[in-house]
């Protein structure tokens, strides 16, 4: 049994942050020729649905680079190697003493539905508060302030966005802790900004991709990724391939490189791999 697995942003997505026409017909080919697949990616899970619309993927999602897994078949949500009081702080600390405001990202289980909500600092640059008032206040997750957030909340990960020079420096204060890893990238605003985001370490995509491929039996695991988020699901998978846009150091362990993410180069090479 083939196992598709695919990143969202840079990979299945343009450089809109969109599912093409042609991406989304190849998605159906798949579905219609019973090639299983899904996705992995680090977005959080109302975020990955709003850009993912009305394709349907009946396999578990893979969201917040593996703390959240959802099986849209039963609605199920499994969480794994969350934040704990003690981390949530150390970051939170970090963000202010670089003058950012800290999105904390939760997750609350419920039978019929799961809440994300948000706790947010107060903000510092253009760019948070655009953040909050273009994107965040018009999805379907609910907006905290920081101060409501109590240590039983379950924590996926906490996010920052602000001038690159000043992302560095968290990034760098990160990996001074053995608990935790980031992940960081230029923002949509263009170079001078980038955001971050902070994960307790042994959480990544590989080890949920791992989980999902004893779970459905499948035997050759096929990633698409092209960050360095997505190392641990090429490390296990069968076949690992790259687009061209793609970090060097993706690029030199894809088994290939193929079409940039803006030219449906996941979607052509699907159709030729599987003859669709």
């Known amino acids: 049994m083939d196992l598709i697995f695919f990143d969202l942003d840079g990979t299945l997505l343009n450089k809109t942050s969109e599912l093409s026409s042609f991406t989304r ?11 299983a697949h899904t ?4 977005r ?6 709003r850009v993912i619309g009305e394709h349907r993927f009946d ?15 039963d609605n199920g949500l499994k969480l794994a190697n969350l934040l704990s009081h003690e ?25 019929a539905d799961h809440t994300h909500v948000v706790f947010h600092g107060q903000t510092h640059h253009k760019v948070e508060a655009n953040l909050i008032d273009n994107y965040l206040s018009h999805s379907e997750l609910s ?15 906490i996010s920052m966005i602000g001038k690159t020079d000043i992302i560095q420096k968290v990034d760098e204060y990160i990996q001074k802790f ?15 900004y980038s955001w971050i985001d902070v994960h307790h370490r042994l959480a990544n995509k590989g080890s949920a991709i791992e989980a999902l491929k004893h779970e459905l039996g499948a035997s050759n695991i096929i990633c698409f990724g092209d960050s360095h988020n997505d190392l641990s699901m090429f490390e296990l998978a069968n076949e690992c391939y790259a687009p061209n846009n793609a970090r060097e150091e993706i690029k030199d362990v ?23």
């Not at 017909?25 to 019973?34: A, I, K, Q, R, V």
């Not at 893979?62 to 078949?73: E, Y």
């Not at 981390?87 to 039978?111: H, K, S, W, Y």
């Not at 907006?143 to 990960?157: G, I, Q, R, Y």
């Open 87 to 111: 981390e949530v702080n150390t970051i939170v600390d970090c963000a202010r003493l670089n003058g950012l405001a800290p999105f904390v990202n939760t997750m609350i289980q419920g039978q």
């Open 143 to 157: 907006l905290e302030p920081l101060s409501s957030l109590v240590s039983d909340h379950c924590v996926t990960n």
């Open 25 to 35: 017909d190849t998605l159906n080919l798949l579905t219609e020729n019973n090639i």
């Open 254 to 276: 894809a088994s290939a490189v193929i079409g940039h993410h803006d030219d449906d180069g996941v979607a052509h090479f699907l159709r030729e791999r599987f003859s669709l």
């Open 178 to 192: 053995d608990s935790l890893i980031a992940y960081s990238g230029q923002a949509l605003e263009g170079k001078e």
């Open 44 to 49: 959080t899970m109302p975020s990955a649905k």
């Open 39 to 42: 996705v992995a990616t680090g």
């Open 59 to 73: 396999l578990p999602h893979i969201f917040n680079n593996g703390v959240t897994v959802w099986d849209p078949r």
